[in-house]
């Protein structure tokens, strides 16, 4: 089966925290094979880790568990490719989003993935973009 949601970073982090109950009965719901991250969702979780780290060893033990169940779709030149057009449109329209959340969209974007976030005032910008937030289910 290949993917059909993308998580954003924000709901990565809900899930590790385990503080939206109708997120992880929604995710259980869908196949495993169902739900990916982003390269990009991979490093900021990697990141938010090594920042606190060595206080933060529980933490980095969930995280790798985190990533070892779910798949990580690369960054590739498609992707990027995309995340060039998806920034020079929203920063000629006045719409311009966060450069990571912008290579998220991208990434889900040339990917036909619905992205998964809680901030979908942000996504709605990226036209094309199917976005759902999981955690008002």
Do not use: K
């Amino acid at each position: 089966m290949t993917p059909r949601f993308m998580l954003d970073t924000n709901i990565a982090s809900y899930l590790l925290r385990g503080s939206h109950p109708a997120l992880e009965q929604r995710l259980r719901r869908e196949a495993v094979a169902a739900v990916c991250i982003s390269a990009i969702t991979r490093a900021e979780l990697r990141y938010g880790v090594a920042r606190l780290l060595p206080a933060a060893t529980r933490l980095d033990r969930e995280v790798e568990r985190f990533l070892r169940g779910i798949t990580t779709l690369a960054w590739d030149d498609a992707a990027a490719d995309a995340y060039g057009q998806v920034r020079a449109r929203l920063e000629r329209q006045g719409q311009a989003i966060g450069a990571l959340d912008t290579q998220i969209a991208a990434h889900a974007l040339i990917t036909n993935l619905t992205l998964i976030t809680h901030n979908v005032r942000e996504f709605q910008r990226v036209a094309g973009l199917q976005v759902e937030d999981w955690t008002r289910t």
